[in-house]
């Protein structure tokens, strides 16, 4: 099924976890519009979450990230999809910082945050194959 799950644990409890599959197994906002819908080669992060004790989350939250797109990419995903707080997107890693907003979601479930749809290249070939600039972290 190519999916991936990473718990990160510290002193014996988990701090922080990410989930996810293709993006074709959901049912999400977004994801029947996204133009690599069907060709089985993305990635699509379905939840993520860091305890709310931990003091360095935006640390955490670059390791996870960093760690979900090389499993990813050893899955043989070219991209990763996901809906997502706009704060991530914006303090992520660089390709996650560079990744095209598809949809811009207010509000969402009355949570009084926005959230963007995005989608970024996570593969190298990708990138070379369509001149973008990649910058691994």
């Known amino acids: 099924a190519r999916s991936v799950g990473l718990a990160l644990r510290f002193a014996g409890r988990i701090i922080a976890y990410a989930v996810g599959s293709p993006l074709e197994n959901h049912e999400e906002e977004g994801v029947h519009d996204d133009p690599h819908y069907g060709e089985h080669q993305t990635f699509y992060l379905l939840a993520m979450a860091i305890h709310p004790s ?71 070939e990708v990138g070379a194959s369509s001149g973008l600039s990649l910058q691994p972290k």
Request: no cysteine; net charge negative.
């Open 54 to 124: 931990v003091e360095n989350a935006n640390e955490i939250e670059q390791h996870l990230l960093e760690a979900l797109r090389m499993r990813a990419i050893a899955q043989g995903y070219l991209w990763l999809s996901a809906l997502i707080e706009e704060r991530w997107q914006q303090s992520g890693p660089a390709w996650l910082h560079s990744a095209e907003v598809l949809r811009v979601v207010d509000n969402y479930l009355r949570s009084g945050l926005r959230f963007v749809y995005v989608q970024a290249v996570i593969a190298d």
